[in-house]
C-alpha cells in the first residue's frame, strides 16, 4: 500500500493530459476572399465573400460538426435574398441568411471535419431591384451652378422645363413683348433642362457582412474551441439609376 499515493498521483496526471488533448479541439476560422463589391440593382453574386475554418486537435476517428454560423449584416434593405453555403469532405450544405439588419444565424447538418479537414462558407445571393436611395431630392451640379430642382428628375423633368421655356416664349410673342434678352434667357434655361434630364437620380446603398460566431459540437462530446470570429466578409453595394417615376433603370455599360 506504500505506493497507493504514486498511483493515485499516475491517475490524475492521465486524466488531466485525457481532459487537455479533448479541450484542445480547435476550429480555426480565416478570411479566403473579400466580397467587396458594386453591383447593379438586381444582380445575383456568388461570392459575397468566403472563409475557410480548419479543424485541429481532433483525436483519432472522431470528428467535429459545425452546427451554425452567425453572420451579421449591416443593411438587409440592400438584399432580396442571401444564402451562406457551406462545403467539406464530408458533404455540403446551403443554408438561407434571415434578411435582418444584426446577428442572423444560418443553421447547418451536414458539415463534419476529422483533424486536419478544412470547410468553407461562402455567402451568395441577390441585391435588391429597388435598394433603399442614398439621396431623394433632384439636387443637380452643373460647373459652378448648383440647382435645388423643384422639377422631377429625369427626362421628364427635363423636358417640362423646356415645355415651360417655350410656352412662356410664345405667350411673349403672342403679346408682342418677346425681346432678345428673352431670347437669350430662354438658351440657359435649356442648358439647365439638359443638365436636369442626363443627370437622371443616381443612388446607392451599401452592406458590410460579418461572422461574429461558429458554433461547433464534438463526437466525443467534449468542448470544441473556434478561434477568429469576427471576420470581415466585405462590403457589397448596390448601385441604382431611378427615372422620374421611381422605377430603376439599368445600370449604364462604360
Known amino acids: 500500500m506504500k505506493n497507493t499515493p504514486a498511483l493515485w498521483l499516475s491517475a490524475l496526471f492521465a486524466l488531466a493530459i485525457t481532459c487537455g488533448a479533448a479541450q484542445a479541439q480547435t476550429l480555426n476560422a480565416t478570411l479566403t476572399s473579400s466580397g467587396t463589391q458594386s453591383l447593379s440593382a438586381g444582380s445575383d453574386f456568388s461570392n459575397g465573400g468566403e472563409i475557410t475554418v480548419t479543424a485541429s486537435g481532433v483525436a483519432s476517428g472522431a470528428t467535429v460538426t459545425i452546427n451554425s454560423v452567425t453572420l451579421s449584416v449591416g443593411n438587409s434593405a440592400v438584399f432580396d435574398t ?101 431670347l437669350i434667357m430662354f438658351a440657359v434655361w435649356a442648358v439647365m433642362a439638359a443638365a436636369v434630364a442626363g443627370c437622371g437620380n443616381g443612388s446607392s446603398a451599401s452592406s458590410d457582412q460579418q461572422v461574429t460566431a461558429i458554433s461547433a459540437t464534438s463526437s466525443t462530446g467534449s468542448t470544441v474551441t473556434v478561434t477568429g470570429p469576427t471576420i470581415d466578409m466585405g462590403t457589397i453595394t448596390v448601385e441604382s439609376n431611378q427615372s422620374s417615376t421611381g422605377v430603376a433603370a439599368p445600370t449604364p455599360t462604360p
Not at 83 to 93: M, N, Y
Not at 125 to 140: L, M
Open 82 to 182: 442571401l444564402t451562406l453555403s457551406g462545403s467539406s469532405p464530408g458533404g455540403s450544405s446551403d443554408a438561407s441568411v434571415g434578411l435582418t439588419s444584426g446577428s442572423n444565424v444560418a443553421s447547418f447538418s451536414s458539415i463534419v471535419l476529422s483533424n486536419g479537414q478544412s470547410a468553407t462558407f461562402t455567402l451568395n445571393g441577390t441585391v435588391s431591384s429597388t435598394p433603399p436611395a442614398t439621396n431623394s431630392f433632384g439636387r443637380r451640379e452643373f460647373r459652378n451652378l448648383r440647382l435645388a430642382s423643384m422639377f422631377a428628375p429625369g427626362p421628364a423633368g427635363g423636358a417640362t422645363m423646356i415645355s415651360l421655356g417655350l410656352l412662356t416664349l410664345a405667350l411673349l410673342a403672342i403679346g408682342g413683348r418677346l425681346r432678345r434678352r428673352h
